[in-house]
């Protein structure tokens, strides 16, 4: 079984930066895919990077340039930046491997 604790959340001015943190508990392999999902109001869940499984990192086009996903084995990072209005979300850690494990999701809001 596989817990995942997200931390590093919060509210944070147009422009500026925020780093997640993701501490997986249980069996961790490095093979798993590890990432990060965003959701905002109204809106569907949506990957937002992940790494592992012996691939390059991913990002969706929307965050390529100022979002890099980081690892170390059972910790996943995610460093923001440059962030925008529409980066507002709750953001879940993800892993998978036979089946997908999920956080509690933590706050990011990003306004003036």
């Known amino acids: 079984q596989v817990q995942l604790v997200e931390s590093g959340g919060g509210l944070v001015q147009p422009g500026g930066s925020l780093r997640l943190s993701c501490i997986a508990s249980?069996?961790?392999?490095?093979?798993?895919?590890m990432g990060w999902y965003r959701q905002a109001p109204g809106k569907q869940r949506e990957l937002v990077a992940s790494?592992?499984?012996?691939?390059s990192p991913k990002y969706a086009d929307s965050v390529k340039g100022r979002f890099t996903i980081s690892r170390l084995t059972r910790t996943v990072y995610l460093q923001m930046s440059s962030l925008k209005p529409e980066d507002t979300a709750v953001y879940y850690c993800?892993?998978?491997?036979?089946?997908?494990?999920w956080g509690q999701g933590t706050q990011v809001t990003v306004s003036s």
């Open positions: 790494i592992g499984g012996g691939g």
């Open positions: 993800n892993l998978v491997r036979n089946r997908s494990y």
């Open positions: 249980g069996t961790v392999f490095s093979a798993d895919v």
